[in-house]
């Protein structure tokens, strides 16, 4: 793994543009903040109807329609969400694009699935924070950042620099700016989200906290036991990796979690792994996704009502109102 740091980039580079952040939502309100921050002339640019745009206001910025931005930018930072980008592009920026500009996506989902399919004579580069715009802002207010993933697909001279500098800005360069792909960027994204961190983690809870109740737990218990202690988990593993985190779990813990971890991801968890990422690789969860959001998402809004209602969340309204009035009493 190559990894460059602050000390890398040419801070000039990115001041010497004018850069627009399209979409002020979870990531391009953290770029646009960090940008303006490190002295870098930056606009937002949103649609009629956002619902951000009184955000962006409150902040400092006065939001531009895309058009504007992709007639009169240097620098395209592509923050809309990603189902949206390709229209996006093609009705509002592809046909302003000039040579000299370059394109600039936070994750590569658009670009590498062939959604988007820019011309010859501008740059292409990525740069993807590893993390929520949220603990970028934060990181960067404390003088810190996030680390952060850095491709190039297409690079006219100067592209390359570019991204560094521009990675640096938003202050990834504090944390570290690790070179990689497009391919590689999207295709981990995608099936680390549904294999561990959404798909995996949200169904692997869910089932337990079930077969927990049907085995007589008051549901609020079996909340805490199967949904509440993940994070104490996550952030021992996250600080200390998995076999750090054993140091400070109990034996019976550990002991248990040899005997039982392997009954439950087994040979056959893992071979559905493969599928999944055989989906990602071939490109056929994004050209599902694409269909689903052209037609209007209605599995999404059906599968997210009944997530909403499932009786693990009242549950937790119960527990978590519990720990608040204990936080607010202690
Ligand atoms: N969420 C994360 O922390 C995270 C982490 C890593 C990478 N990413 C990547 O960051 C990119 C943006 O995702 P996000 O999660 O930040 O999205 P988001 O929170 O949903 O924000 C998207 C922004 O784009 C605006 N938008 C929607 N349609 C638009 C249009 N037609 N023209 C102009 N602006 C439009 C939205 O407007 P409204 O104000 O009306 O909503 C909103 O301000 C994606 O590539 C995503 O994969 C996100």
Known sequence: MQVFYESDADPALIRAKRVAV????????????NLRDAGVDVRVALHAAARRAGQARDDGFTPISVVEAAQSSDVLVMCAPDEVMPDL?????APHLRAGQTLMFVHGFALHYGFIKPPAYVDVVMVAPKGPGKALREAFVKSGGLPCIVAVAQDNGGGEALAYSYAAAIGCGRAGMIASTFKLETEGDLYGEQAVLCGGLTHLIRAAWEVQVEAGAPP????FDCLHEVKLLSDLIHERGIAGMHLAISNTAEYGEYVTGPRI???RVKEVMRAVMA??????FARAWMEEYRNGAPNLARTRAAAASHPIEAAGEKVRALLKSATVNN
């Open 89 to 93: 592009y093609a009705a509002e920026i």
């Open 279 to 284: 989906d990602v690789q071939s490109g056929k």
């Open 22 to 33: 399209i979409g002020y939502g979870a990531q391009g309100h953290a770029h646009a903040l």
């Open 265 to 267: 991801i087994d040979a």
């Open 220 to 223: 609020e218990l079996a909340y």
